[in-house]
């Protein structure tokens, strides 16, 4: 039942490939969410089987992306339904398929308990998202795409050789050279230092990349901004959290070895990083799209910092894990809707929104002050508890610096924001027939809904799931 969950999305998208009606061919896409999201809610709250093999195991701290995969993934799939009835001229065989293939890999790198099989998911999630930012067939797209592919290609490279490093750690020890996690995590402590230690830089440095970490984020705003909503939705909230993970298993078995004083340093360093670079272009910023990007560049640097932290911060961090992504569909499908009214991205052309199109200039602004932090949405219970533990963990000067980049962050991102939705559109500015309906704004409403129930009250097997996953990574060595 449970390699149902990687093995039903490859094969409907075989069948998208296959299928030949551009019409009938969407509808895989929410029949296979469905099916995906049902296995997820038995395998995520009641795992009577977490392990297929020794090689795919879905441990807890795996539970809450596979969680956030499957649910956002539901949710962009009824969108796109919708958005591939406006967009008829193209084929949509590629798109389909690429995108359920997406769905399987990324599952896969949640059940991933051998390094090698997590690095080889990841690497084809890249492969399975790159035609999807191709679709609009422009210079600026397949620009976009073959910088998507050439960094990330470079990335997921050192990720390799830093696996290969992991492995021969085990080897200098004089033991058995193995990348199956749970044998690393049990060897952790007799593991080479050196190597150990160069195996983290390097799998901090490639799997960041494909996290879009400053200073290895240089592909994002090119690919957000040309990719479709729907898919800069599943790449900032879905692809990014799966390489989280990957950075995840580096992280916990550093923790096991009793190497948390040598990498806490370089997390808060690099967390921090982002988070500036991320405000430095977001300030002025002209292109909302791009702005999308570096809002998900700061808040890869906030998961990165709250792993820094250690362990008062891990609930906290994961919980952020699942707040990002939901806000981060809810502001990408907005923006996807505000685009097809204006057929820009730029604010010398997107002004006055709110008149043009209420709701998705409604649910736009509102996920701005959700990710921004702003009470009472699930983000400030996150950042505010991340906050908490590097206050109480004697971390004075970068919490400070967290605050203050926060700060700067919502200052430049609101004023790009309230220039999209405010005022009357420019005289000059192109009508298209987009008109909103039920189909496009129900999809960013429920994840909203859901950003604010996460911001009043988080359900309780919710809860425990985070819970449990931070427990998981809170190892002695």
């Known amino acids: 039942m449970n390699a149902a969950l990687i093995g039903i999305p490859l094969l409907t998208a ?11 061919r969407p509808w895989l896409l929410p029949a296979t969410a469905l099916i995906h999201f049902g296995l997820t809610l038995k395998a995520v709250f009641f795992p009577e089987q977490t ?25 962009i799939s009824f969108y796109t339904v919708a958005y591939l009835r406006y967009r008829k001229e193209r084929p949509n065989r590629v798109f389909c398929a690429c995108l359920l293939s997406c769905l399987g890999t990324m599952s896969l790198v949640t059940w991933s308990n051998h390094l090698g099989v997590m690095w080889v998911a990841i690497e084809t999630t890249a492969l399975s998202t790159a035609p999807l930012i191709y679709f609009n067939h422009n210079p600026r797209s397949i620009e976009a795409t073959w910088k998507y592919l050439l960094i990330g290609s470079v990335g997921i490279a050192m990720a390799l050789l830093g696996s290969f490093f992991l492995a021969y750690a085990s080897l200098h020890s004089g033991m058995e050279p193995s990348l199956l996690l749970n044998k690393l995590l049990l060897d952790a402590p007799t593991l080479s230092k050196p190597w150990l230690h160069a195996a983290f830089v390097l799998m901090l440095v490639g799997y960041g990349t494909k996290m879009g970490l400053a200073p290895m984020h240089t592909w994002k705003p090119d690919a957000y901004g040309a990719a479709p909503g729907a898919v800069g ?7 990014t959290s799966c390489a989280f993970l990957c950075i995840l298993r580096i992280y916990h078995i550093c923790q096991a070895s009793g190497d948390g004083p040598y990498i806490a340093p370089i997390l808060l360093f690099m967390g921090l990083l982002s988070m500036v670079m991320a405000g430095i272009f977001m300030v002025g910023q002209q292109d ?57 991205t730029t604010t010398a052309v997107v002004r006055g929104a709110l008149r043009r199109v209420p709701w998705s200039a409604t649910l ?23 906050l908490n533990a590097g206050v109480s ?10 605050l203050l980049f926060l700060l ?14 405010q005022g009357r559109a420019p005289e000059n500015a192109p009508t298209t027939p987009y008109r909103e309906g039920i189909a496009t704004i129900a999809p960013p409403l429920i994840l909203m809904l859901l950003v604010l129930l996460l911001g009043l009250c988080i359900p309780s097997p919710l809860c425990n799931l985070l819970r449990d996953a931070a427990h998981f990574l809170e190892v002695t060595p």
């Open 14 to 24: 075989l069948l998208a490939a296959l299928l030949p009606s551009d019409r009938m």
């Open 51 to 75: 392990a297929f093999s020794k090689w795919l195991v879905l441990d807890p701290a795996a539970r809450p992306v596979l969680l956030l995969i499957s649910l956002l993934f539901l949710v």
């Open 233 to 239: 939705a599943l790449l900032a909230g879905g692809v």
């Open 288 to 344: 909302y799209k791009r702005m999308l990007a570096y809002s998900s560049v700061e808040h890869m640097g906030i998961l990165i910092f709250g792993l820094g932290l250690g362990a008062p911060a891990l609930f906290g961090t994961f919980l952020h894990l699942i707040n990002n992504g939901l806000t981060k569909g809810v502001l990408f499908l907005s923006a996807a809707n505000i685009h097809r009214s204006y057929d820009s």
């Open 364 to 386: 736009f602004l509102l996920g701005f002050f959700a990710i921004t932090g702003s009470p009472p949405f699930g983000p400030f219970i996150s950042e505010f508890s991340i």
């Open 393 to 402: 963990s004697g971390h004075f000067v970068s919490s400070g610096l967290f």
């Open 408 to 421: 700067v962050i919502f200052i430049g991102m609101g004023a790009t924001v309230l220039n999209v939705v």
